[in-house]
């Protein structure tokens, strides 16, 4: 009776590791600040609080695109992950995930993204979110990410797209104000990853992959980031404009946006991993409070869309 109960916690234990690695190939860490953005652009495109099932569904549609095309970058990335020290847990790289099953997975969730799309919300947000997974797939990971120092920069289209996707599942078509929160994300991805690169420089080194601190000196990188960041700014302050946002939202782009902008001067003074790791963090603080803000402000003062 011992030895059966031991096997039943064995088999349990394997299937909640699998279970756990298959998980783990959708990144969902990155997952969650997609999300982020894609609520309050919903908010946004009514003017006030959506349905609560087309919430949900875009959600858990954008939760399944974002986690096919995550699964699809590690497949493709699998060779060079296990040349860094960073992604050498990975499924792929660990044996946890073979490589056909992580393949088929994804396309298993990318299809079921699409339908639940075309199903219960509409034909363009299926488009974009499909899109989104092509775009990051074949122009990031398999073209820019191994041959061009701009390859995050372009890259980051597929990661600003749900700004995109949340406000086409509310109105079936798009406009300037989700154009703009795009654009938002769009520029403060390279800041925000280049960060994270500066202190896994070495890495992306051992992997030949030209990530801009790799190729140019860190005090280099970090000008650049200032640059975007003011671009961030700026793009933050057009959305208020635009969409009539009230001084709730403004406050908070102006403050977060300073304080991220005076994070990237701290780059610029001691261009080190430390004070990169600052700019990470707070980048992350950053979007979540812009995106919060929005939402709050609609909702509660109400804006033009």
């Known amino acids: 009776m011992e030895h059966s109960t031991t096997t039943i916690e064995k088999t349990d234990r394997g299937v909640a590791a699998t279970a756990a690695a298959f998980v ?8 969650e600040l997609l999300l982020i953005t894609t609520v309050p652009s919903m908010i946004v495109a009514k003017g006030g609080m959506p349905d609560l099932w087309l919430v949900v569904v875009t959600v858990v549609g954008g939760t399944l695109a974002a986690g096919g095309a995550n699964t699809f970058n590690m ?11 960073r992604t050498q847990g990975r499924p792929l790289v660990t044996g946890a995930v073979s490589p056909r099953a992580a393949l088929l997975f994804g396309f298993a969730l990318e299809i079921a993204a699409f339908v639940l799309f075309v199903t219960w919300v509409n034909l363009l947000s299926a488009l974009l979110a ?15 990410k191994r041959t061009s120092k701009q390859n995050i920069v372009i890259g ?16 079936g078509s798009l406009a300037l104000s989700p154009v703009l929160l795009f654009a938002i994300i769009f520029f403060w991805t390279p800041p925000h990853f280049w ?8 890495d992306y080194e051992a992997a030949s992959v030209p990530m801009l601190p ?26 208020h404009l635009e969409a009539e946002t009230s001084f709730l939202y403004l406050a908070v782009a102006l403050v977060f946006g300073l304080l991220f902008l005076w994070r990237t001067i701290g ?30 402000d609609v909702l509660a003062f109400g804006a033009v869309s």
């Open 130 to 144: 499909v899109g989104a997974c092509l775009f990051y797939v074949f122009v990031y990971s398999l073209w820019l």
């Open 156 to 171: 980051g289209a597929a990661g600003a797209a749900p700004a995109l996707i949340g406000w086409a599942a509310v109105t």
């Open 195 to 202: 960060a994270l690169a500066i202190k896994y420089a070495d």
């Open 75 to 85: 497949f493709i990335d699998r060779d060079i992950d296990q040349l860094m020290k």
């Open 214 to 239: 790799v190729v140019v000196s860190t005090r280099g990188t970090a000008i650049q980031m200032f640059g975007y960041s003011i671009v961030v700014i700026a793009f933050s302050l057009w959305f």
């Open 24 to 31: 783990m190939l959708t990144k969902p860490r990155i997952i």
């Open 267 to 296: 780059l610029l003074r001691r261009p080190d991993a430390v004070q990169a790791m600052k700019v990470f963090t707070f980048s992350i603080v950053y979007l979540g409070a812009l995106f919060i803000a929005i939402a709050i």
